[in-house]
């Protein structure tokens, strides 16, 4: 699977002031009686770095008290999504500042300006974010249909790069923990930073069970990201890229651990 146009071919000319910018929030700026377990999100107008969104680039504040946040990325939605860990809410009716600041881009490209949006809870606690779940169920028509047909590369006989997604057993095999031969990255003169992250990663990043979407190059080359090298997948001539949902189900299914059972 990999698909539309070439990874750009001009060299990448980014400044510090060519950093993510925030585009909306959840609190927003001024709002009352904000559920205490929130979720706590911001959407960005790219893709950020993933392993520069944590608890210390992400804070939800009172004062000068943290509160303890389980924070991840979603690069489908490119939303930095927080919530308080465990059975801690917010302390009711405070004033609290949702901070970012530190976050980077696949670029390198640091955020400009620290990002604050203050917000009141109230007395509300509200139901502990559930992300979508999906299930082998879900992905094998996406796999057997846009990926694996006649038409298709990833079958068993002789598929790119070793990647095989006939089935549960080969995409277990071949892509679920197993890092591309073929780096990822821009083409020209500035490409080693994006291949410096893309060439680390799982196909399917799935560690002890626990399924990072942010950290899978499947997910990147379905979005067809320009820091990744190579087309989209699939490729025009296979068809259509796959859809927005599409993409959602088969990042909801790597976060649930890429079940193939």
């Not at 890092?179 to 291949?195: E, I, K, V």
Request: proline content about 9%.
């Amino acid at each position: 699977m990999v698909a539309a146009p070439l990874a750009c071919d001009v060299p990448i000319t980014s400044t510090a002031s060519d950093g993510p910018s925030v585009l909306d929030t959840s609190p927003a700026g001024g709002d009352e009686g904000v559920l205490r377990l929130g979720p706590f999100v911001a959407f960005f107008d790219r893709q950020l770095l993933p392993r520069t969104v944590n608890r210390g680039t992400v804070r939800v504040r009172s004062g000068d008290v943290d509160h303890f946040l389980s924070v991840r990325f979603d690069p489908v939605e490119r939303a930095l999504i927080a919530i308080p860990v465990g059975d801690r809410p917010l302390e009711p009716n405070v004033v609290y500042r949702f901070v970012i600041d530190g976050v980077r881009d696949l670029d390198d490209q640091q955020i400009a300006t620290e990002h604050v949006v203050r917000f009141r809870t109230g007395d509300e606690v509200g139901t502990p974010e559930v992300p979508p779940a999906a299930g082998w169920a879900d992905v094998a028509p996406i796999f057997e249909t846009r990926c694996a047909t006649a038409a298709g590369c990833h079958t068993p006989e002789n598929p790119p790069f070793g990647l095989d997604l006939s089935s549960a057993e080969a995409v277990a095999r071949t892509a679920i923990g197993r890092r591309s031969p073929r780096l990822g990255g821009t083409t020209g003169p500035d490409a080693n930073r994006g291949s410096i992250f893309f060439g680390a990663l799982h196909i399917i990043d799935v560690i002890g069970g626990v399924g990072r979407p942010d950290g899978s190059l499947l997910i990147y080359k379905v979005l067809g990201d320009e820091h990744v090298l190579g087309e989209r997948m699939p490729p025009p001539d296979e068809g259509a890229a796959l859809s927005h949902d599409e993409i959602q189900t088969l990042s909801a299914w790597i976060l649930a651990g890429a079940p193939t059972s």
